[in-house]
């Protein structure tokens, strides 16, 4: 089977790979020259584990090819997946720019019937737009050309996204088309052996299941950081609530670790997208609003509790571990680390940071000013970063943080204060050790 990928992202680089490792021969098309030039040369733009050995493997073995040319891989398959980026637009829609010039330049130059998969996050009524865009190209040309349209959210968590896609809980498929159908089974049959794992359903359907998808797990987070606020309040351990609800089969231990908000490319923009086809559909959006305000605030509390330990910040030195939105990936959409960083910055502090992954991507979210007046200061290794600090700020629970030689900790910061932004250390044994240590609802 021959299938082409649009937009070689996060999810475009990922899909991309793991069909040609199942054996389809895929051909993903970026207009970013320089990325897919980098990536024909083998460098693989993203860190995402065990990407690049697959993508190298896939090229290797002929199975994986890199164009800027939707033509040319339009005429080499027939079904095209979109994944190109949704951001959020000026008034909280999905900016849907990107995948309607996509559709466009897919009915510019198609010759035969084929399957269009919007797999971008997109919302509901996205795939009638992109099929009468399709249709408008055909029409300017004069020509009769059957298609369908088809959604097909994906639900790859980065830092797992290889393993995600290899082994989906589910893999939902929006289509009214019997051919269609029969097509995006074959597609995915062998993602599926272990029990059938494809849901088809309706293509609107779909398209909403990926945000109700989404707002549900921002929503778990969220509820659970305005628990852990209130326990900070009323002296109470929410690692105990977390271990006492958790229990409870209904509601489960996932995506109830309390923290300095959520972030990433996804949920922020996934629930401000929901919410304005709440207000479009004249819904009153009462739980997604509270979601996105917990949220806001959420990402205020770590530079509160920082504040508040070391009284006024200016001329202090703070070491933050962590800069990733998430362990396992580079990506700094939407981190927690870029609020609380710039507050410091901007209230006189110098800010000491280390991340595994992150250390480039991050350079592009901060004022270059502040490395060039020597306020933010990258340190390769973790340990330099707390030398002399007045405090550690954990932002990103990275495996390599979370059992630290505390004694050389101990040693190296000036003063001993451990904020725990994702609570990852044990509030006792850091007091035995003999740090001022504070996270997030630990009492
Ligand atoms: N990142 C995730 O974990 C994740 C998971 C599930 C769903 N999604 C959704 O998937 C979509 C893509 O997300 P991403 O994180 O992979 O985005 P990304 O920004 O990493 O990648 C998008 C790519 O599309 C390319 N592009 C833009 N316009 C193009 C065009 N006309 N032709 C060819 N390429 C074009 C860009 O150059 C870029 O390389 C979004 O809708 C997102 O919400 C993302
Ligand atoms: O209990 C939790 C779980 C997560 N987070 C935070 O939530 C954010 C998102 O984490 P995660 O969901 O693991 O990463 P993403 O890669 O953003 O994946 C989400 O967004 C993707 C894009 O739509 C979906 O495909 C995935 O299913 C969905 O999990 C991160 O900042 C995490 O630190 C918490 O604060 N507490």
Redesign the pocket.
Known sequence: MRISV????????VSGACFADMGMNVTC????QA?VQRLREGHIP?FEPGLEPLVKRCVAQGQLHFTTS?PDAMANSNVYFI????PTGEDGS?DLQ?VL??AK?IGEHLKDYAVIVD????PVGTADKVRATIQAELDKRGVSIDFDVVSN??????GA?VDDFMKPDRIVIGTESERARAIMAEVYQEFSRNHNKIMFMGVRDAEMT?YAANAMLATKISFMNEIANLCDAMDVDVEQVRHGIGSDSRIGYSFIYPGCGYG???FP??VKALVRMAHEADVKPYVLDAVEARNADQKKVVAAKTQRLLGNVKGKRIAVWGLAFKPGTD?MREAPSIPFITRMLEAGATVCVHDPEAMTTSKREFAPKWIENGQLIYCNNQFDAVKDADALVLLTEWKQYRQPDFARLLASLKAPVVIDGRNVYNPRRMKALGFTYEGIGRR
Do not use: H
């Open positions: 649009v937009g070689t992202g996060y999810v475009g680089l098309v970026d207009i970013d990325k993203i939707l994944a190109v980026g949704t999905a990107y010039a996509v330049e797999k971008s996050t997109v959210p994906e639900f790859l968590k980065e996204a990926k990433g490319s996804c923009k996934d990506d």
